[in-house]
């Protein structure tokens, strides 16, 4: 039985929840829409474990975006984002067990050889391959990602500080693609100089990231995720005090109530679109197979 059946089988999903349509001017496939249906069976399966344990997330980033703009996914999205304060981030990787085949929460904590500095959850009887790691021997199934939110102190040491995290980040980055024994001329070049040691320096990332939390801060942000600015993933504290159900794709699920202060600082006017020769996938580096586990779709990659 393929994945995308199975996961329709428990009747989570209307009947019509695959059909090809056209949103924003952009086509959604029907193979789209089951990289959407087994990316919402993931967090199903990581809402119930987060309800049993009384463990608070909440969407983030461009799914939160998605909920508000869109009642849903961005149209031209395929993947989950959530966020948890940190006290709840750490409990949830204790309970790594209760996560049953298909599913596997992966993490620093859980998997050897994984140096990407926050958890995703799983599901292995899919494919979702960045390309440029597709030689770490790690699970790379369709995931949901889920983000660890720490104190942060603004000050005149901020910069220097975001920047140590971004390297550290690169220097993992490098680690994890030398198990490519065959890297191209680019990947060469980028990882070039590299000489570290990937578990100190996510011994490092942590320190760093938690480095404020024994006390009380103005701002709360992603510290361990440096692709964007630390500026546009930073929030006021009492922007994560209340959270509230809002719909999407036609369930309820938990956001921040202040969240037009969240997006605002993030995207800007959130509620305008990019053009629509802009509207794409934001993650084609991912080779994305909802129906073909990645250990079948690895065997033909390498």
Known sequence: MKETDRIMAKGQFPADFLREEIR????????????????????????????????????????LLGAIRHKGFIPWDDDIDVGMLRQDYEKLLSLKDEFKEPYFLASPKTEKEYYWSHTKLRNSNTTCINKPFRYQPVNFGIDIDIFPIDNLIVDENIDSYDARLRQL????????RQSNKNPTPQELERMKGYNSDPDKDMAEIEALATKYNNQKTEYL??????????????????????FILWDFEGFKLPIPKNYDSILKNEFGDYMAFPPVEERGHCHDRNLLNPDVSYKESLKNLL
């Open 169 to 176: 980040n690169i220097n993992n980055s490098n680690y994890m």
């Open 221 to 242: 942000s992603c510290n361990v995720c440096t692709i964007d600015k630390w500026q546009n993933r930073t929030c006021k504290a009492c922007d994560l005090q209340e």
């Open 24 to 63: 924003c001017e952009y086509k959604v496939t029907q193979e789209l829409k089951k990289i959407w249906m087994v990316s919402l069976d993931i967090l199903f399966e990581f809402d119930q474990i987060c309800k049993k344990h009384n463990l608070q997330y909440f969407l983030l980033w461009g799914s």
